[in-house]
């Protein structure tokens, strides 16, 4: 299994709030992903980066922002949270489909971010 | 713009039973990555098959299936002799040639029924 982990866990917070969910992984994959799985919509990417320093936006990126200072840490900030970003949040791992490694992507436990 | 298509939210099956689960997908990649992921009812998700589009050649682990069809764009899952441990949702999702902007189908519950 990937070493991936995701903090918080569980989070409440109310409107209007800034909330900041972090991945960590211990693998060492170079591209690193946040998703949020609502009801309905199956998994829709946020975020992704490609290297340190280097991200791009998904298909639900308004609201967010994100930071990868480090290999193995990705940071997911909602400036200001609202009801709307109520949410289960993934982070995945994976490498280049040209490294001949695998390239699938590995998944944390998720966030379950509620907010009031 | 990618898309991926799982057409049946929700398949009952009784056990023991063979059950397909549809994937139609669109994109303007000649080269792009195809993944099946299962989520069980504890929440996870885990990866179950990879395909990238140079490889049409069908799958079988077990009793999972996979057959992969360009020239339909699907790539389609097949549970033999279903058993309980097999209720959960699944997942069809594609990637671009970089293997970076994912995008995952909508899932198909699928229930087995003892």
């Known amino acids: 299994d990937a070493g991936i982990t995701q903090s918080p866990r569980h989070k409440v917070t109310e409107t209007g709030t800034p909330v900041t969910l972090r991945c960590h992984q211990t693998e060492n994959h170079r591209y690193m992903y946040w998703y949020r799985q609502d009801p309905g919509h199956g998994l829709r990417l946020i975020h992704y980066?490609?290297?340190?320093?280097?991200?791009d936006k998904g298909e639900v990126s308004d609201g967010y922002s994100v930071s990868r200072s480090k290999t193995e840490d990705f940071l997911l900030t909602l400036e200001s949270a609202t009801s709307s970003q109520t949410s289960v949040y993934f982070c995945?791992?994976?490498?280049?489909?040209?490294?001949?490694?695998?390239?699938?992507?590995?998944f944390g436990p998720g966030t379950r971010l509620t907010v009031t | 713009a990618q898309k991926v298509t799982q057409a049946q939210t929700e398949i009952s099956v009784v056990e023991k039973e063979d059950v397909t689960l549809d994937c139609v997908y669109e994109t303007r990649d000649t080269t792009y990555y195809l993944f099946w992921y299962k989520q069980p009812p504890s929440g996870e998700l885990v990866f179950l098959i990879r395909r990238n589009s140079f490889d049409e050649q069908n799958e079988i682990s077990g009793r999972y299936s996979w057959n992969f069809q360009k020239s339909t764009s699907s790539f389609n899952f097949t549970i033999t002799a279903s058993q309980v441990v097999d209720s959960a949702v699944y997942f069809c999702a594609l990637a671009d040639l970089y293997g970076q902007n994912f995008v995952f189908g909508p899932g198909t519950r699928l229930s087995v029924l003892p």
């Open positions: 980066s490609y290297g340190v320093k280097d991200t």
């Open positions: 995945a791992i994976s490498h280049p489909p040209t490294t001949g490694l695998s390239y699938e992507q590995y």
